[in-house]
């Protein structure tokens, strides 16, 4: 999915700055985006004081929606830089299409992950035949330096790897989990799990005390650590936790996000992730040119404009101890 705000804001994260280093119980509560003429998705990272969690830079909840009768989500091509970008689906299909030639419809619980490198372009939308509803979540994973200009690549698993109990079933769908580990490329450690939860279950995640921990609500009633959490918000956990308290109180489905503190500054701007403001208004000059991020092949529509940079430039911020 694109950031289709038109005014998007440029913000700075990660750095040691903004982690919390013990447990933490923080509610993060959605921002209504709308998306185009009828969609709506609630915005949980960035947040107001809390932009990252370990490497997860962005993590979008929409549905479920019914779109019977609708167009459902239909996103032309745009550029991304610097990231990867993870589609989950509960329910519905996005069909995905990029400037390598990828042509792949993604079903619910089925990794999309799109590493974008130095430079791609995509588009994504909910083929003509589709299901009724159509819910899900859009993440995307900050590179690190090191790997910020890989070639880019597209990635689809339909098998994931499963961890298992009674009244619990986990698919892995980035890291490791319990021992079982995700066949999609990571560049920094980190971790994300679809947890499914049948009403009363009690189970305790294994977690690493070395990780930054968020949890969303995709659905149902569940409480983790003991505080209730609706679909579509999130809970901020902070680090230094060896394990996590669920407790289900209906049928429940939730996503484990994790992963190492993101140590690098970083500059995000609409669908880019730089290190400087420079890095921005290059990208961002080279998308409107033509150049660097392909095209895409198939879509019918013309690709979506980058909006103005806002006038006053952002520099990374220094590294808080
Ligand atoms: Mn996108």
Redesign the pocket.
């Known amino acids: 999915?694109?950031n289709l705000d038109r005014q998007p804001a440029l913000s700075v994260c990660g750095g040691r700055g903004f982690v919390v280093a013990e447990p933490v119980r923080e509610l993060l509560s959605p921002r209504t985006v709308r998306l185009g003429e009828s969609t709506e998705v609630r915005r949980l990272l960035p947040n107001l004081g809390r932009r990252m969690v370990g490497a997860w830079a962005f993590v979008d909840h929409y549905g479920p929606d019914d779109i019977a009768d609708e167009p459902g989500m239909q996103?032309a091509p745009?550029p991304?830089m610097g990231l990867q970008?993870v589609s989950w689906l509960h329910e519905g299909e996005v069909l995905h299409r990029d400037s390598l030639g990828s042509l792949q419809t993604v079903r619910p619980r089925e990794l999309g992950l799109m590493t974008s490198g130095r430079a791609i372009s995509?588009s994504?939308e909910t083929p003509k035949s589709h299901s009724r509803f159509l819910h899900g979540a859009q993440l995307w994973v900050a590179l690190p330096d090191a790997h910020r200009n890989v070639e880019p690549h597209f990635q689809h698993h339909a098998e994931l790897p499963h961890v298992t109990a009674p009244g619990f079933d986990a698919t892995v769908i980035l890291g490791e989990l319990d021992g079982a580990e995700s066949p999609g490329s990571t560049y920094t450690p980190i971790v994300g799990a679809d947890v499914t939860l049948t009403a009363g279950a009690e189970p305790r995640l294994p977690l690493n005390p070395d990780f930054e921990y968020a949890v969303l609500s995709m659905s149902g009633e569940a409480q983790v650590d003991e505080v209730p959490l609706l679909p579509g918000s999130m809970l901020y956990l902070g680090c230094g936790r060896t394990e996590l308290p669920l407790r289900a109180t209906s049928d429940a489905s939730l996503m484990l996000l994790g992963g190492e503190p993101f140590e690098e500054e970083i500059v995000m701007w609409w669908?880019f992730i730089g290190r400087s403001n420079d890095d921005i208004a290059q990208a961002r000059s080279e998308w409107m040119n033509g150049d660097r991020f392909g095209e895409v092949k198939g879509y019918d529509g013309p690709p979506i404009p980058a909006p103005e940079l806002p006038g006053v430039p952002l520099k990374p911020r220094g590294r808080v101890r």
Do not use: G, K
Request: net charge negative; no cysteine; charged share 10%.
């Open positions: 999915m694109s996103v745009h991304h970008t995509h994504e669908n």
